[in-house]
């Protein structure tokens, strides 16, 4: 119960009038937590105040012409243009609908609602589609946010609500041009990216075989288990010991192994995860990592990798035998990491607080 005051306490800083509440709940052994009615109305604000709000925003656009540099964001993206750039605010819909999904009596449901229709009609997501039909936008967030289209598109598809229904056909263009896209894309990827920001392969791999698998895509799961096999599977020793770099909000090796345990049986995971960790390298990303300046747009990248790393280790740990030494280290270090994080995400920095609720909400709900 100490654990739980004290994070509680945490979430309401900065705000001397705000009324104690309890965001979350610890199970005994301090493995679980469960989001709160609470706790997923005051994640639900954050993006809520970020996906209609059009600056400042980070536009990434090549212009062809001078007409190009004096597009707005909304006429630009105009389901998502709001959270500082594009794959921000994807995600930020991505999470208000994972919300109202897990708790439908949220306080602000219907306005919820009412800013997910405005931005997500069939006119705006037909536009957003087309950008990506110019020969210089193919690249466009690739595969950042291509990967979270499809994470929302999964989510969509798997609840039954006039809304949902409402906005999954709608959002069914973009998904489609996307996974033609990337369709095209793979066989060139002659080798990964290994960063640990928006460009990461592993990452987009990871979310684009969950929605494969899903909808039934064979020829996708099929394309994106062949590539994966390709890039990775002949991994070996995973430098970890030179992670985190100062922007990681993703960890470059950790990403490869929760892609290849959906790629691997369970035995030839653990085959190959012994050869791609040493129990050093391991116990090294179980350190978490310092965020000195939660109001630097990069820095406060690190309290995301705590999420990031929180759930591909949970991922990991559920492959290996109870026997296995690793799998309780990373169940510890799991839980740490997603203790060390979330009593920061409302930091009143708009760099954290315009993206980090999307990956607290889903690093506890995997």
């Not at 604000?45 to 059009?54: A, D, F, G, M, T």
């Not at 100062?246 to 190959?272: C, H, Y």
Request: aromatic share 12%; net charge positive.
């Amino acid at each position: 119960m100490q654990k739980i005051i004290f994070f509680l306490f945490l979430f309401c800083l900065g705000n001397a009038s705000a009324q104690t509440k309890v965001y979350f709940t610890v199970n005994k052994d301090s493995t679980k937590f469960q989001l709160t009615n609470d706790g997923a109305a005051h994640l639900a604000s954050l993006p809520l105040k970020c996906i209609v709000q059009e600056y400042p925003n980070k536009i990434n656009h090549l212009a062809v012409g001078d007409s190009d540099q004096m597009i707005t964001p909304k006429n630009m993206h105009p389901a998502f243009y709001g959270c500082l750039d594009w794959h921000s605010s994807v995600h930020g819909h991505w999470m208000l609908v994972k919300l109202l999904k897990d708790f439908p009596s949220l306080p602000d449901a219907k306005k919820t609602r009412e800013f997910i229709s405005a931005n997500m009609s069939p006119e705006n997501l037909q536009k957003e589609a087309k950008y990506f039909n110019s020969p210089l936008s193919k690249g466009f967030e690739r595969t950042y946010g291509w990967a979270w289209v499809l994470k929302l598109q999964q989510e969509l598809n798997s609840w039954n609500d006039a809304d949902g229904i409402k906005w999954r056909n709608a959002l069914q263009p973009l998904s489609d041009t996307i996974i033609n896209i990337w369709m095209k894309f793979l066989p060139k990827q002659t080798y990964p990216n290994r960063t640990g920001v928006h460009p990461n392969t592993a990452f987009g791999l990871v979310f684009a075989l969950d929605y494969a698998r899903s909808s039934g895509n064979k020829k996708f799961e099929a394309a994106i288990i062949q590539s994966a096999g390709k890039i990775f599977l002949k991994d070996k020793n995973a430098p970890a010991i030179w992670e985190p770099d100062g922007t990681n909000f993703l960890s470059p090796s950790l990403e490869e192994a929760d892609l290849m345990r959906r790629v691997l049986n369970k035995s030839e995971f653990i085959q190959w995860f012994d050869q791609y960790y040493s129990l050093t390298s391991l116990q090294h990303l179980t350190v978490l990592p310092v965020v000195s300046d939660r109001a630097d747009m990069t820095i406060v990248h690190l309290d995301g990798l705590c999420f990031s790393r929180s759930w591909c280790m949970k991922g990991i740990a559920s492959m290996l035998p109870k026997t296995d030494k690793r799998k309780q280290l990373l169940i510890q270090s799991s839980i740490k990491h997603l203790k060390a994080s979330l009593p920061n995400i409302a930091s009143g920095a708009y760099g954290g607080e315009h993206w980090l609720a999307s990956f607290a909400v889903y690093a506890i709900t995997q």
